[in-house]
């Protein structure tokens, strides 16, 4: 192989590897949590999500099942409630606990309705793009908030945390 040839081919190696490192890199705009979601594909947020919300829910579950083995029956710290007297702990716990049933629909198991909220929250409101993902979701449990209007109303009373840019100070 010529020597010419070979030196357009490592350069041009090099060129290509190049640009798909600049392409792979986050850019400034994607540095907040808004900027990362809406850099992710429909897919990629789908599967955060199921993956959310399979973590939210087996932890709730254990955490509540904790409660029935630290208040036991004769434990004077037993949990009480007057609408359910003598409720176990795990009853109490688990009636607080988020449930995502639009995850559900007749092609079975679809977390796309809450990435769409999200999305359009980032999209329709980029000063909130600080708003963290998972308080969103957390928002969007059944009985609370359902567009993305009702999560800037929310971020607009202080109720949703931001990310702190710590390397500005």
């Not at 000063?127 to 009702?150: E, H, I, M, N, W």
Request: contains cysteine.
């Amino acid at each position: 192989m010529p020597r010419t040839t070979r030196q357009f081919l490592i350069a041009s190696v090099f060129l290509l590897v190049s640009l798909i490192n600049m392409r792979a890199q986050i850019r400034p705009d994607q540095m907040d949590q808004g900027g990362q979601w809406l850099s992710w594909s429909q897919e990629k947020k789908v599967n955060y999500i199921a993956g959310f919300v399979d973590g939210y829910l087996s932890g709730t579950y254990h955490l509540c099942d904790a409660a029935d083995r630290m208040f036991k029956v004769k434990d004077p710290r037993r949990v009480s409630s007057q609408a359910m007297p003598g409720s176990e702990a795990s009853v109490l716990c688990l009636a607080t606990r988020n449930n995502y049933s639009k995850e559900y629909s007749n092609t079975g198991i679809d977390f796309s309705p809450y990435a769409n909220v999200i999305t359009e929250f980032y999209t329709k409101h980029p000063d909130y793009t600080a708003v963290r993902f998972p308080d969103l979701l957390l928002s969007l449990g059944d009985g609370k908030c359902d567009t993305a209007d009702q999560l800037y109303q929310r971020a607009v009373k202080g109720e949703l945390h931001r990310v702190v840019d710590r390397s500005s100070k």
